[in-house]
């Protein structure tokens, strides 16, 4: 029997984005590697699967996660919220999985990124997402955003982002567009529109959850 690793997205917030598919996974595998097996747990004990959960993070070594993968036939990894891969270490668990010989199975569903893109009214023909804004290089990464004919997309944490949107001003054109979603999909939910000068002070209200910044190319 081959061996397999199942990819498979979990909630970004509302616990009902889940899909069957990804519940079934879940139940099926013998193993489920999480970023953090403490958030996991509350939504594997939601949906009542009491499988072996196991920690695999950004630090973790190379030899550790291989020697993870080598003692199962099925694994699925999660990472807290969303889709693995996308600004978390589960590029690191595929790649090493390829490398092993294993198969690798995606189980899609909701990801903060393209939910943000989904509600920004914005081309997404084309478009750039950055991760998690830089904390060194800033400046250079604003200038790029400026630059872009493509919409750009980033995360943000919440006691960053005044000051992230106030340096943008410094640099983006007055009427440039700027959509900006707080805590998808769960009970605040907020969407803000427009240019920055009317986006920041709405912001500097409710600053507390996750944000999704998309703005609108040149």
């Known amino acids: 029997m081959d061996k397999k690793l199942y990819i498979v997205a979990t909630p970004i917030g509302n616990l009902g984005d889940i899909s069957f598919r990804a519940i079934e996974t879940l139940k ?4 489920i590697l999480c970023e953090d097996t403490r958030v996991t747990h509350n939504l594997l004990n939601h949906f009542e699967i009491k499988n072996k959960t196991l920690s695999i993070h950004q630090h973790s070594t190379e030899e550790k996660i291989a020697h993870i993968l080598s003692q199962y036939n099925s694994l699925a990894y999660v990472s807290d919220a969303g889709t693995p891969g996308i600004s978390d270490p589960g590029n690191k668990i595929v790649a090493k999985a390829i490398e092993l010989g294993m198969k690798v199975e995606p189980i899609p569903g909701a990801s903060a990124v393209i939910a943000a893109l989904s509600v920004a009214g914005f081309s997404t023909d084309k478009f750039t997402f950055l991760g998690f804004m830089p904390m060194k290089g ?6 790029f955003i400026k630059n872009s004919e493509y919409t750009t997309c980033f995360y943000e944490s919440p006691h960053r982002i005044i000051k992230t949107l106030t340096e943008m001003q410094k640099f983006l054109e007055p009427e440039r567009q700027v959509v900006v979603a707080r805590e998808l999909t769960k009970m605040f939910e907020t969407i803000y529109r427009g240019t920055l000068a009317e986006i920041i002070p709405q912001i500097m209200e409710k600053q507390k959850g996750e944000f999704a910044v998309v703005v609108k190319g040149c």
């Not at 800033?138 to 200038?143: C, G, L, V, Y």
């Open 28 to 31: 099926s595998v013998e193993a």
């Open 138 to 143: 800033k400046t250079r990464t604003i200038q």
